[in-house]
């Protein structure tokens, strides 16, 4: 008996979807193109977060050096970053390298470069610490004590860097969840017009169906049962888009300032079992809006 009600309530809720076709894709496609505005801030918001996490776990600075340093203060700067605690020196790029690595970093808008009369980009030493160097060996320690050094022009600290990114993804955050609850209503008031819609269009139908009997929950479920189907199918519909997007971004090759390429990742599989269920959910209760209404009038 229970298999025989729940296969009528879904045959209703077809039949009612087929005799509403346009509406029903029209709604249908509207929440799928919420859902994917929502996925496709996660999946960009997911990947800068990855790559700031590739970036941020090791501490890293650039020391920049005066124009006309001698070999002998070079040797100290050297000597001085050589005596931190837990410091490898990657590598020393000369003015002449720092230059070549600005060009190759801008690609064909780097032709202005070649009009310059003197090469304005300083000597500095690339290094990375190994380990976090021990408590009394912050970042901002760090900085002092080599800005002290003589022939050093300014240093750069990753840490900085990253607070300041830190802080960015953090408003990213919050926009995103602020764009996601509109979106979430946008979706739960894109179900309600098309449940009414149809219940609408069907109106003679339900009365008849009142007049034999039938009970409000009987002649609501197929209504509820077509609102999370099109909330069901929207879900699934914005993930497929979103992850063509993926393999199309995945294909390309990605650099920030000519640093290695970025490894382009999808969501995770939680997000996107999130994204499903918020399109279902938000539709089922759009759908059960606009059907608490219409029993009401």
């Given at each position: 008996?229970?298999?025989?009600?729940?296969?009528?309530?879904?045959?209703?809720?077809?039949?009612?979807?087929?005799?509403?076709?346009?509406?029903y894709?029209l709604?249908?496609?509207?929440?799928?193109?919420?859902?994917?505005?929502?996925?496709?801030?996660?999946?960009?918001?997911v990947?800068?977060?990855?790559?700031?996490?590739?970036w941020?776990h090791?501490?890293?600075?650039?020391?920049?050096?005066?124009?006309?340093?001698?070999?002998?203060?070079?040797?100290?700067?050297?000597?001085?970053?050589?005596?931190?605690?837990?410091?490898?020196?990657?590598?020393?790029?000369?003015?002449?390298?720092?230059?070549?690595?600005?060009?190759?970093?801008?690609?064909?808008?780097?032709?202005?470069?070649?009009?310059?009369?003197?090469?304005?980009?300083?000597a500095s030493?690339?290094?990375?610490?190994?380990?976090?160097?021990?408590?009394?060996?912050?970042?901002?320690?760090?900085?002092?004590?080599?800005?002290k050094?003589?022939?050093?022009?300014?240093?750069?600290?990753?840490?900085?860097?990253?607070?300041?990114?830190?802080?960015?993804?953090?408003?990213?955050?919050?926009?995103?969840l602020?764009?996601?609850?509109?979106?979430c209503l946008?979706?739960?008031?894109?179900a309600?017009?098309?449940?009414k819609?149809t219940?609408?269009?069907?109106r003679?139908?339900?009365?008849?169906?009142?007049?034999?009997?039938?009970?409000?929950?009987?002649?609501?479920l197929?209504?509820?049962?077509?609102?999370a189907i099109?909330?069901?199918?929207?879900g699934?519909?914005?993930?497929?888009?979103?992850?063509?997007?993926?393999?199309?971004l995945?294909?390309?090759?990605?650099?920030?300032?000519?640093?290695a390429?970025?490894?382009f990742v999808?969501?995770?599989a939680?997000?996107v079992?999130?994204?499903?269920?918020?399109?279902l959910?938000?539709?089922?209760?759009?759908?059960?809006?606009?059907?608490?209404?219409?029993?009401?009038?």
């Amino acid at each position: 008996m229970l298999l025989r009600s729940i296969s009528y309530f879904f045959h209703r809720a077809l039949k009612n979807i087929n005799s509403n076709r346009f509406v029903y894709l029209l709604g249908l496609g509207t929440t799928a193109a919420c859902l994917l505005i929502m996925g496709a801030f996660l999946l960009i918001f997911v990947n800068i977060h990855t790559w700031f996490q590739g970036w941020g776990h090791t501490l890293s600075l650039n020391v920049y050096l005066e124009d006309g340093i001698s070999h002998y203060q070079k040797d100290k700067v050297y000597a001085s970053i050589q005596a931190l605690p837990g410091a490898k020196t990657m590598r020393f790029i000369s003015k002449e390298e720092a230059l070549t690595d600005l060009k190759r970093a801008l690609g064909d808008q780097s032709k202005f470069l070649d009009h310059l009369a003197h090469n304005p980009l300083p000597a500095s030493y690339e290094v990375i610490f190994e380990g976090d160097g021990g408590p009394d060996l912050t970042p901002e320690r760090i900085t002092k004590k080599l800005e002290k050094a003589d022939g050093v022009e300014e240093v750069q600290c990753s840490a900085e860097w990253r607070n300041k990114v830190e802080g960015m993804l953090s408003v990213a955050q919050f926009i995103g969840l602020t764009i996601g609850g509109l979106l979430c209503l946008c979706i739960v008031f894109i179900a309600t017009n098309t449940i009414k819609l149809t219940l609408y269009t069907r109106r003679d139908e339900i009365e008849i169906l009142k007049l034999v009997g039938a009970t409000d929950r009987f002649v609501k479920l197929p209504f509820l049962i077509e609102g999370a189907i099109q909330g069901l199918l929207g879900g699934i519909l914005s993930v497929g888009l979103l992850f063509g997007g993926y393999l199309f971004l995945s294909s390309k090759k990605i650099e920030i300032l000519g640093l290695a390429p970025l490894e382009f990742v999808f969501i995770p599989a939680a997000y996107v079992v999130a994204l499903v269920l918020i399109g279902l959910g938000m539709s089922a209760i759009g759908s059960l809006v606009a059907v608490g209404r219409f029993f009401d009038i």
